[in-house]
């Protein structure tokens, strides 16, 4: 083969080569892929930072929960506890009468749910499909006690409750629920007003040429439907209720007879000793571990570990329901 010819050959392929190079369909996918590994790592690096910025307080939590109280005067002891105990559950809960707290506080926002939702479902119907003169201006109302803090309406509940002596009496809460003035009972009835205006008018046609009435078609055919939003409901008013510290402590609920978890875990630390020496369990720790204030924090913090143990349960039972019922009723953010 003749010298010239070798070099046309290298030119040719140098050529195309260099045309593969400069293919505008190559370049533009090939930026199309740096792209995405582009955008694939940062959502990575975002979903790890969340992931640590929610995980890293519970699982600290955790760690200080197993460690032994001896452990509280180690300076050494950050994170992995040298001696692993259940001691700590233990005394929080005696600190809270945690089994009795546990009763009343799940009694209270079992029946305060029940309420919110039998109430709060038939105002959102009555707004979303009973239409009377003023509705506009009462939904405004409701709108506006979703923006106005409850404090601003305290003192004149308080003195309501006590002019029926229902100070010191949980059925005040319950009173609240059932009337449509519970925790958070506005975003409620948003939800279900929302919720039911989405449904077809077909439904309660159908129901009134059978002869239904305006409850009946309430009861039968709308709500039945309306299983997201309840499921919402439901849970959003049993958690809220659950930690509620507010209501609680204004109308003193909770008593030595009538223990509540979240006024238990408020006067934890002011509690602790009595608790711990009326009940005889002052030998599971020592003096100089119960002199130092970082056992007292200790304590504390396990004691907001099992107020949240029974919520933590129930959301992994509870999890694909939630998430299915939030997307049917379009709650984002």
Known sequence: MKT???????????ENVIAKIKDPRKINRRKKNIKK?????????ILFGLCFVILYPIIQQLLQAFRAPEDANDPSVIWIPKIWSLKNFKIASIVLDYWRSVFNTFKISMISMILQIASTALAGYAFARLKFKGSGILFMIVILTIIIPPQALSLSQYI?????????NEVALYLMSGLGMGIRSGIFIYIFRSFFKGLPKELEESAQIDGAGVFRTFWN??????????VTVGLFAFVWQWNDAYYVKIFEISTAD???????LINAAEGMYNA???????NLIGQDVWSNPVFLALISN???????????????FVQK???????????VG
Do not use: Q, W
């Open 4 to 14: 010239h010819d070798i070099v046309d050959k290298t030119k040719a392929t140098i």
């Open 37 to 45: 590994m582009v955008i694939s790592i940062i959502r990575t690096v």
């Open 160 to 168: 309501y409750f006590r002019s029926l002596r229902l100070i010191g």
């Open 221 to 230: 055919i709308m709500l039945p439907n309306a299983r997201g939003a309840l």
């Open 258 to 264: 009538f223990p509540l978890l979240t006024m238990r």
């Open 276 to 282: 711990l020496f009326y009940t005889g369990a002052l």
């Open 302 to 316: 396990v004691c907001a570990l099992l107020m949240m143990l029974p919520l933590l349960i129930m959301y992994l």
């Open 321 to 331: 329901g939630f998430v299915e019922s939030i997307e049917r009723t379009g709650i």
